[in-house]
């Protein structure tokens, strides 16, 4: 059973850093997509990093880019996001999801861990 566990939340001052990360347990494939996704209050989720495992190939929203850096440690079945320069508007919970890239296109996501950031 694949499963995505969040951690790293809480709660920072703007201007800070937190360090998310996902740990994957279950995975029968590597050609997978690792995403993280936030949704703010009040508001829709949104996809704002993505990283290939194939390649290592990432994408970032205009939102959060410059500012996040999402990367993998295969060991340890982990995905990083890295945030610094944290702005209240980066409230949100944050999720990873998983995306296997075969006929099933089957998706993954974790529960989530709340970000806040205040003024």
């Known amino acids: 059973e694949v499963q995505l566990v969040e951690s790293g939340g809480g709660l920072v001052q703007a201007g800070g850093s937190l360090r998310l990360s996902c740990v994957a347990s279950?995975?029968?494939?590597?050609?997978?997509?690792i995403g993280w996704f936030r949704r703010p209050p009040g508001d829709e989720r949104e996809e704002i990093a993505c990283?290939?495992?194939?390649?290592?190939?990432?994408y970032y929203s205009d939102l959060v880019k410059g500012r996040f850096t999402v990367s993998t440690d295969n060991a340890k079945n982990t995905v990083y996001l890295q945030m610094n320069n944290l702005k209240p508007e980066d409230t949100a919970v944050y999720y990873c999801?998983?995306?296997?890239?075969?006929?099933?296109?089957?998706?993954?996501w974790g529960q989530g861990t709340q970000v806040t950031v205040s003024s």
């Open positions: 999801n998983a995306v296997f890239l075969d006929w099933s296109l089957s998706t993954y």
């Open positions: 279950g995975f029968t494939g590597d050609d997978y997509v």
């Open positions: 990283i290939d495992n194939a390649d290592g190939s990432t």
